[in-house]
């Protein structure tokens, strides 16, 4: 019996000096962090870009890893380069330093790039407690708050642990990273940087490590993300706004001439009705299965949404993203509230973002676009129109398009997402949440394209992290998961 209990106790000490060394790991990866976040990170600003790149070669350079400045017509990219082994297959990794602009006045701290440490209170409010509580002990849903926070600052910080922990006798993997510095911008330079750079960028897989992982918190693998375009469409009346009973029930009225045609647009399910914007897209039986996989919380969505019934665009969550979008993001006319006036306004504006799939091209849905408005009986321009156009046609729309980013999507069967799930089987004892395609859009398809390499997004950061928004925040627990992940992926062979 006695042998027992000391064998327990063994047990028990070893756990807990396991715990303590994990604690101490994520505290070491924290101070880096506060440091990293403290940089701010405008890729409009040469100077921010310059001191982010300065910060990361430091720490790449002390892990062994030969970098590079690789220039674009803009701001310069990270290159790092850890070479283990030439008969290992290489994987490059792909993150980015920049991050959204922000506004002070609109964050509940005192400054983005000043990261606080905060928990929530019994009111589920956030509260800012000291750093110094750290010391004592970590509860790993304390969240840090600052810009950049999630997106995309920590995936950097926790693989730049996740290696400081990882014996280099069991990496099974030469190592590239390349971390981009206008991604926020919708890297308009990274395509041809990569083109210049093949041989350099050259790898067997290419992992992106951004956005956030599934809301289960579960760990996941997304084998795919939507592209965008963009367009401004604006109806025009009379040439300056008139008054409402003067020329009311004469004067053609743009916002309404402009939400009947943005009506027609869609029917009351929310699905797209201009001829042949889904052709091509087709979904069998084990894609839907595929979908029907991936464990969302219908309810929990709804709820999070404060929505009674989705668009029935698709049978879930899932399949609504299978499919190019058509959304208005932003309506303009006149003025509403305490400012809103008795007229007829001379105009009304609205911006329209389409999210791609990889069946759609945009300028095919572009197109459809137009046609359907003409079919409406508009007259299409690309500028405001001449009095003669006024007086010429009756229906008038101006049409400004934008340039667009495109989809990718891996096939999910493909050898690098049975290696990823295999790494995180094992890291996990659990199998990850498969996505085909998630819904936001990351500008890496020329990119994948140029460099003719199979790509897979594993993302670290918690869902509801506020990126790109006031109060953007992590959670503690997820930079561990982050090192833990990255260890895995370090660890595992890609043979079968």
């Not at 469409?233 to 743009?254: D, E």
């Not at 709820?303 to 668009?311: G, K, V, W």
Request: hydrophobic share 40%.
């Amino acid at each position: 019996m006695r042998r027992i209990t000391i064998i327990l106790v063994c047990i028990l000490s070893l756990g807990h000096i396991e715990a303590q060394s994990d604690d101490q790991q994520l505290r070491n990866a924290i101070t880096d962090l506060r440091s990293f976040l403290s940089i701010p990170n405008s890729g409009l600003s040469a100077a921010d870009v310059k001191a982010n790149i300065a910060w990361l070669q430091q720490e790449l350079n002390e892990r062994g890893f030969h970098t590079k400045e690789v220039p674009t017509l803009s701001n310069p990219i990270l290159f790092g380069e850890l070479a283990i082994d030439k008969g290992l297959p290489t994987v490059l990794f792909y993150m980015h330093l920049d991050g959204q602009a922000v506004d002070k006045s609109k964050w509940d701290q005192e400054d983005p790039f000043i990261p606080v440490l905060k928990k929530q209170n019994d009111q589920r409010e956030w509260q800012q407690i000291e750093w110094s509580a750290m010391e004592h002990t970590i509860d790993y849903d304390w969240r840090i708050f600052a810009r950049s926070a999630s997106d995309d600052k920590m995936p950097i910080v926790a693989f730049l642990h996740a290696l400081d922990h990882t014996d280099k006798a069991d990496l099974k993997c030469n190592i590239k990273i390349i971390i981009d510095s206008e991604e926020e911008l919708s890297s308009p330079n990274l395509t041809a940087a990569v083109k210049e750079n093949l041989e350099l960028l050259s790898a067997d897989a290419l992992i992106i490590n951004d956005g956030p992982v599934h809301r289960s918190g579960q760990p996941t693998l997304v084998f795919g993300c939507r592209g965008i375009t963009s367009f401004h469409i604006t109806t025009w009346g009379p040439i300056r706004p008139q008054h409402s009973g003067h020329y009311g029930n004469y004067a053609p009225n743009p916002a309404l001439m402009l939400s009947q045609l943005l009506a027609s647009m869609k029917d009351e399910d929310g699905r797209v009705t201009i001829d042949g914007y889904y052709d091509g897209i087709t979904l069998d039986k084990r894609t839907k299965q595929i979908l029907a996989n991936v464990p969302d919380d219908e309810d929990g969505i709804l709820e999070y949404l404060q929505i009674n019934t989705p668009d029935q665009v698709g049978a879930n969550y899932q399949e609504s993203l299978q499919y190019p979008s058509l959304n208005i993001r932003g309506m303009k006319s006149a003025w509403v509230g305490a400012r809103a006036r008795t007229i007829v306004p001379d105009m009304a504006t609205a911006a329209i973002d389409i999210r791609l799939v990889p069946e759609s091209d945009p300028t095919r849905l572009l197109q459809l676009v137009r046609d359907h408005i003409q079919d409406k009986g508009y007259h299409i321009l690309d500028r405001e129109p001449t009095t003669d156009e006024r007086l010429a046609y009756p229906k008038i729309v101006t049409m400004a398009t934008k340039g667009y980013t495109l989809p990718f999507r891996t096939d999910m069967d493909a050898p690098i997402g049975q290696w990823l799930t295999k790494a995180i089987q094992a890291k996990y004892n659990q199998d990850p949440v498969a996505i085909r395609i998630m819904g936001g859009t990351v500008p890496m398809a020329p990119f994948i394209k140029a460099l003719e390499v199979p790509a897979v997004i594993v993302p670290m950061v918690n869902a509801d992290n506020n990126q790109h928004s006031p109060n953007e925040n992590v959670r503690l627990s997820y930079i561990a998961n982050a090192m833990k992940t990255f260890n895995a992926i370090f660890t595992t062979s890609m043979k079968n």
